[in-house]
């Protein structure tokens, strides 16, 4: 009878343990930016005019879904790095800022999508309170992150001028 007993207590136990698995996959894959295509822009020491726009495209992908995305322009005028690319920019002697440029901005990506081109304009002012902004090194920080908030980076080296 004890044994009986145990037996039933065995195999309603694996029937409850099999009852609670979680059958779906847990994603643990990073997304990916992709600037290695015709018409990316910015690419790694690339030049951004003051006083007009750009377009910002950029490709996304992730194995299940995307969640969003942000873009933090600032200067590097003290040659600091984050840089994630592999060739280096020439840059200007250092120098302290005196009214640099500063974009930080977030941006949705439409829900179900595992592949998402951006096709943005931004457009970039002249001045700042009718002071002209900083022109030199700049960096275009870029961050995606997916559904399950796994995220990936990537740094570049521009210049920012005035024409």
């Known amino acids: ?5 145990i037996l039933v207590l065995l195999a309603s136990f694996m029937l409850f343990a099999s009852a609670c698995s979680d059958d779906s996959e847990v994603d643990s894959i990073k997304p990916t930016i992709d600037i290695g295509f015709t018409n990316a822009f910015p690419n790694n020491c690339d030049t951004i005019y003051f006083g007009e ?5 950029l490709r996304f992908s992730d194995n299940a879904e995307l969640g ?7 200067n590097n005028f003290d040659h600091h790095s984050h840089s994630t690319e592999v060739s280096e920019c020439d840059l200007g002697p250092v120098k302290e800022p005196v009214n640099p440029y500063v974009l930080i901005d977030d941006y949705s990506i ?3 999508l595992k592949a998402y081109e951006t096709n943005l ?3 970039v002012p002249a001045t700042n309170e009718g ?10 920080y870029i961050s995606l992150t997916d559904s399950e908030g796994w995220s990936v980076q990537k740094g570049l080296s521009i210049k920012m001028l005035h024409r």
């Open 131 to 140: 002071v002209l902004l900083d022109e030199g090194d700049y960096h275009f």
């Open 53 to 57: 726009s750009f377009q910002l495209k």
């Open 110 to 112: 439409p829900q179900g």
């Open 121 to 123: 304009t931004i457009s």
């Open 68 to 74: 969003s995305y942000s873009i933090d322009i600032h």
């Open 1 to 5: 009878m004890k044994r009986k007993n």
